[in-house]
């Protein structure tokens, strides 16, 4: 059976800009959001690797480095990238954005493998 889907407000869409990283800690998990094209990706922010905070890596396109020893996950679905296998996946959650206010919601259940090409 399918998990029910929980979504949680975050934050809202004008506290992130084009490229850009933010931490929020719903429910006391540590979770990075990223804005590129103008869509939002919530992905677990802290490395698997030694635990760098993955909102203050480098965002280039949909990779984002560690900034710790550089592993990169796309963070459309926090999968590692081949060439950095000393970090494993993390957890990606499905964004839903609020028509009417921009608010971001995440679903903290939702591992987001929707999006994974
Ligand atoms: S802690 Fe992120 S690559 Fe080492």
């Not at 480095?65 to 000393?86: E, G, K, L, M, Q």
């Not at 970090?87 to 971001?104: F, H």
Request: hydrophobic share 35%; with cysteine; aromatic share 6%.
């Amino acid at each position: 059976m399918a998990k029910e889907q929980q979504y949680q407000k975050v934050a809202n869409k004008k506290d992130l800009k084009e490229g850009g990283l933010l931490k929020i800690e719903p429910n006391g998990k540590s979770i990075v959001l990223a804005m590129v094209n103008g869509n939002v990706y919530a992905m677990d922010s802290i490395c698997s690797h030694e635990g760098g905070p993955l909102e203050e890596g480098t965002l280039e396109g949909y990779n984002l480095t560690c900034p710790w020893h550089y592993a990169v996950f796309d963070i459309r679905n926090a999968t590692v990238s081949d060439a950095t296998v000393w970090a494993t996946e993390l957890t990606s959650y499905l964004v839903k954005i609020e028509e009417t206010t921009d608010d971001i919601l995440i679903d903290l259940q939702g591992e987001n493998k929707l999006q994974q090409q």
